[in-house]
């Protein structure tokens, strides 16, 4: 604190001139200051907040798919989010491979059954984004006919759970719920 | 003005660095040591309050464009998109839109404290010169953002002012199609115009640049008008003095211009560019920015379509000769009984002449017009040079330090804002 500014403003502060007491003018420093950096934040909120997802974005947030044309032992992709999701039907030889899976073969273990609705087991949904780094895996290949990421080597089964290569864990799984026998609504 | 900055690095570190680049010390020198003349009064704030506002300008403008798309089929839905899905998009907008309303605002009122105090008067020919320049710039920019939200006034105004081009004799109509990049305005008009939108704002900057480095070469004028003779009489440091003072000045402005943002926000747009833009019907009266007011009445107000568009110029261009066109060796307003009274005349006629390019320019609005373009270019061309040889002016003080204590001598209003520590 500056002792000669202490005497512009004479008011308050006459009866004090050394500068290891609290003026005045210190408190008005200070209480200028925090409402300045209060102000200073609210503003900056707006421009930080511009960068999430806007409504228009928000208004895309759920999918509807009628699964009705989808054949058994067909692979449909659909969008959510602006993600590819893999919808299988899955023939019942497929399924018996998934469930007969002991859980000590499984990197990221996990039973068929928490994998998909019960009593609908016919139908996987997947999100097609391979949990290594990001890759879309193709369908139908790999040693265990489930999914087969070519960009790295990961290779998923028939439940969409690593089997082998670096990805650390098995395909994440949408939010989904079926409206009707066949019709799912995603997220 | 030399700053006599007497920084001197501190740490190992910091000596080491500033011996290499030496930005520190010109920081210091030029924002904390910088003399500043004790006797300025509030016009001197809106320098800083310009570059505020250019900076907010670049920032929300940057923002904008995030969210924006220069293709004519959709601008208008994405201005709209802006405005209603994008998180706080209606306030970076409003501030962006109103914001170039203030910025012209601050600028005005810099341009004429320049006019009154002799700012461009030896030696900050320069300065002044690279001041009209900015606002050239501004204007230019300004224009092409309106065109942006692709309204009605959007393309109506683009095409009414590419069109001043084609006013060029023989090579009129050619230009005016390189313009557009097309036969008429239209989408490569829109895309190159956004382009052009998002440079010439760094190139302000740019000349902002050397704007300051002139000014701090040749030192601030102020309300007297009279050179530093002694940096310890004569002025203050920037810090905390023009510091501090320039803060409160850009608070009190921000205040305004957040009424603006906050409860007019489209008081000084005009509703027909909520209308998308139509290229087979005009609106009925178009008008520019109030910004452009008093170019437009200057344009109108020729009878002859390429007389029109050089007087416009010309009005602007005229600008640019102000130190040579003044006579008078007295800088300030404050020692020059006649001159003063004839910048307030001039003043008016201004503001008038903004107030007749609002209004249809026909019958009796025209011929006041018309007086008021004529006494505009008397102004700058008759008066100014004339002024000079007659006038007599009052005594000029010898020096800041003796017009402050003059003034402090004079009368109780002393302290104000430009209260230097000799006024305790």
């Known amino acids: 604190m500056r002792r000669d500014d202490n005497t512009i403003g004479d008011c308050a502060v006459a009866h004090t001139e050394t500068s290891d007491t609290t003026t005045r003018r210190d408190f008005l420093y200070i209480a200028t200051g925090a409402v300045g950096a209060v102000g200073a934040a609210a503003m900056a909120w707006p421009f930080i907040s511009q960068l999430q997802p806007d409504a228009s974005v928000l208004a895309l947030s759920t999918t509807e798919v009628d699964l009705s044309p989808i054949a058994e032992g067909q692979i449909v992709t659909v969008q959510w989010r602006g993600k590819p999701i893999f919808i299988s039907h899955r023939t019942p030889a497929e399924i018996k491979s998934a469930v007969d899976t002991p859980l000590s073969d499984l990197k990221d273990p996990q039973p068929d059954s928490a994998r998909v609705k019960a009593g609908k087991d016919q139908w996987l949904v997947v999100i097609g984004i391979c949990t290594h780094l990001g890759c879309v895996p193709l369908g139908h290949q790999g040693q265990y006919n489930g999914w087969f990421c070519p960009c790295h080597g990961s290779v998923y089964d028939t439940s969409g759970r690593i089997r082998q290569g670096p990805a650390p864990l098995n395909l994440e799984l949408p939010p989904y719920a079926f409206t009707t026998d066949t019709k799912i609504v995603i997220g | ?424």
């Open chain 2, 1 to 424: 003005m030399e700053g006599h900055s007497t920084y001197q690095p501190k740490g190992k570190v910091a000596q080491w660095f500033e011996s290499r680049l030496p930005i520190v010390g010109l920081i210091h020198s030029s924002a904390i040591a910088y003399p500043v003349p004790k006797n300025l009064n509030y016009m001197w704030t809106f320098g800083a309050i310009l570059s505020f506002m250019l900076v907010c300008q670049i920032v929300s403008g940057v923002v904008l464009a995030m969210h924006y798309v220069a293709y004519a089929p959709v601008s208008f839905a994405r201005v709209e998109h802006i405005m209603r899905d994008v998180n706080y998009g209606w306030l970076i907008r409003y501030i962006h839109a109103n914001g170039a309303s203030m910025f012209f605002i601050a600028v005005y009122i810099h341009i004429f404290r320049g006019m009154y105090y002799g700012s461009y008067k030896a030696p900050r020919e320069v300065l002044w010169i690279l001041g009209v320049i900015i606002y050239l710039l501004m204007m230019a920019t300004a224009f092409m953002g309106y065109v942006l939200p692709w309204g009605q006034m959007s393309f109506w105004g683009a095409t009414v002012i590419t069109n001043l081009f084609s006013a060029i004799p023989w090579v009129g109509n050619t230009i005016v199609q390189w313009l557009w990049g097309g036969y008429s305005v239209g989408d490569p008009t829109l895309n190159r115009f956004f382009s052009l939108h998002y440079l010439l704002p760094f190139m302000i900057a740019g000349v902002v640049g050397l704007h300051i480095w002139a000014l701090h070469h040749v030192g601030q004028n102020n309300p007297d008008g009279v050179d530093i003779k002694s940096v310890a009489k004569d002025t203050v440091p920037f810090t905390p003095y023009a510091t501090i003072k320039d803060t409160f000045a850009m608070v009190v402005f921000l205040i305004f211009f957040s009424w603006f943002i906050f409860y007019i926000p489209n008081y000084l747009g005009h509703s027909d560019n909520y209308i998308p833009a139509n290229p087979l019907s005009t609106p009925a009266h178009i008008v520019p920015e109030w910004y452009f007011l008093p170019f437009y009445a200057i344009l109108r107000s020729i009878p002859d379509k390429l007389g029109g568009v050089l007087a416009m110029f010309a009005a602007i261009a005229v600008l640019a000769f102000l130190p040579w066109l003044d006579t008078s060796k007295v800088r300030s307003a404050k020692y020059r009984p006649l001159f003063r009274q004839f910048f307030w005349v001039f003043a008016v006629v201004a503001v008038l002449l903004g107030y007749m390019g609002s209004q249809p320019a026909e019958g009796g609005a025209l011929i006041v017009s018309r007086i008021l373009t004529a006494y505009y270019f008397i102004h700058f061309l008759v008066i100014l040079p004339l002024l000079g040889l007659f006038e007599r002016p009052k005594p000029v003080p010898a020096s800041i330090a003796d017009a402050v204590l003059a003034k402090s001598k004079g009368g109780a209003v002393v302290v104000a804002g430009a209260a230097g520590p000799e006024t305790k």
